[in-house]
């Protein structure tokens, strides 16, 4: 019969489980990118050298104005693009060698606008989040079409699934695109500016529904946004990009200081500390104009 560990040897083994836990899921170091036209032509938009690190459970905001780099980050992010420089890691491997399946098994991502070619069912639109596993509509599975349920009832639209992706309003439809993301069981979510097309109380309930979802299944959730506000109460980090640069990366009380979010957005802005240590922000007028 083996010895009962020491003392020191539980504690080493806690402390070892709790590193694991915080172990960093999206490492992008020094990642940078830069279009042109062709390979002898100067680059019509550079993203400078970026790096922040993200565990699970957490929601990352990428914060900045049109033209920043946001959709680039998110790019090579998704590993659909190669850094120029520096690396992007999802669990200690880079996404840009993942191969296809792999990576849409790991990696989902929820676009702005997800085109519909036919009249799809929601639940039949939910179960193409399976495609990665091999499997078209056709040949789903028993354990496919479960997931694909289980994905709708995470998101509170089980009962949208025998309707049309055309007959449902904008909330709806984000929740069950959301859904379909879900069900490709990953690791890392990512979601190119999903409130854009959203009123204030539809973009909340997907952001808490996120956080949660982030909470209760372990996703690292990666969230493109301009929306401030959301973005402070939310994530627990923002990077900030402006012109292709990387400003600064942190938790949003960090990020938020006034005279850079001004610089930014190029707008006067008011921001203060809320009870909860969380950020607010609020467009002031400018001298001579009423905002009302």
Same mark, same amino acid.
């Given at each position: 019969?083996?010895?009962? *560990?020491?003392?020191?040897? +539980? ?9 694991? #836990? %915080?172990?960093?899921?999206?490492? !992008?170091? %020094? ?14 938009? +550079? ?24 959709? +680039? ?6 590993? +659909? ?17 993942? *191969?296809?399946?792999?990576?849409? %098994? ?21 179960? $193409? ?7 078209? @509509? ?5 354990? *496919?079409? $479960? ?6 009832? $995470?998101?509170? #639209? ?53 956080? $949660?979802? #982030? ?12 929306? @401030? ?6 994530? *627990? %980090? ?16 960090? !990020?938020?200081?006034?005279?850079? @979010? ?22 002031? #007028? ?7």
């Amino acid at each position: 019969m083996s010895a009962p *560990d020491t003392f020191a040897q +539980t504690v080493g083994r806690r402390e070892e489980r709790a590193n694991r #836990a %915080q172990a960093v899921r999206l490492n !992008v170091e %020094q990642a940078s990118y830069a279009y042109a036209v062709s390979e002898q032509s100067a680059p019509t938009f +550079t993203l400078g050298a970026t790096s922040f690190q993200s565990r699970e459970r957490e929601i990352v905001a990428i914060l900045g104005p049109n033209a920043s780099g946001k959709s +680039t980050l998110l790019r090579l992010i998704t590993g +659909t693009i190669t850094p120029l420089s520096g690396r992007v890691e999802l669990d200690g491997e880079e996404t840009s060698r993942l *191969d296809v399946r792999t990576r849409a %098994q790991r990696i989902a991502v929820v676009h702005q606008e997800s085109p519909i070619v036919y009249p799809a069912l929601a639940g039949d639109f939910v179960l $193409q989040g399976r495609y990665p596993y091999g499997r078209a @509509l056709r040949f789903a599975n028993r354990e *496919d079409i $479960q997931i694909a349920r289980n994905a709708l009832a $995470q998101v509170g #639209a089980e009962h949208l699934s025998k309707r049309t992706m055309g007959e449902l309003s904008g909330g709806e439809k984000q929740r069950v695109i959301l859904a379909r993301a879900l069900a490709q069981q990953p690791r890392l979510i990512l979601l190119d500016e999903p409130t854009l097309h959203l009123d204030i109380g539809a973009q909340v309930e997907l952001l808490e529904r996120l956080r $949660q979802l #982030a909470q209760e299944n372990r996703y690292t959730v990666v969230v493109v946004t301009h929306e @401030l506000g959301l973005a402070a109460e939310f994530a *627990d %980090q923002v990077v900030l990009l402006q012109h292709g640069r990387c400003l600064r990366v942190g938790p949003p009380a960090a !990020v938020y200081q006034k005279e850079l @979010l001004e610089q930014v957005f190029d707008a006067p802005l008011d921001v203060e500390l809320g009870p909860a240590g969380r950020p607010r922000v609020n467009l002031r #007028a400018r001298r001579g104009e009423d905002i009302t």
